[in-house]
């Protein structure tokens, strides 16, 4: 990502919160900054509703 930083586009999805990204980087701290590069010139779409992955997965 660092390589990258303002110079290529990139795509994250996920379906945790940024508040629950510090259990991803062991360190909310860590968490917050890889969160202030992401949206700083970053475009965030938020989908709501229910997951066509969890609704199909196979071991539920």
């Given at each position: 990502m660092a390589d990258?930083?303002?110079?290529?586009?990139l795509i994250i999805?996920?379906?945790?919160?940024?508040?629950?990204?510090?259990?991803?980087f062991g360190d909310?701290?860590?968490?917050?900054?890889?969160?202030?590069?992401?949206?700083?010139?970053?475009?965030?779409?938020?989908?709501?509703?229910?997951?066509?992955?969890?609704?199909?997965?196979?071991?539920?």
């Amino acid at each position: 990502m660092a390589d990258g930083y303002e110079k290529r586009s990139l795509i994250i999805t996920t379906n945790l919160e940024f508040s629950r990204w510090g259990t991803v980087f062991g360190d909310d701290n860590m968490a917050a900054a890889v969160i202030d590069r992401i949206v700083h010139h970053g475009r965030l779409l938020q989908f709501r509703g229910e997951s066509y992955r969890v609704k199909h997965a196979l071991m539920k």
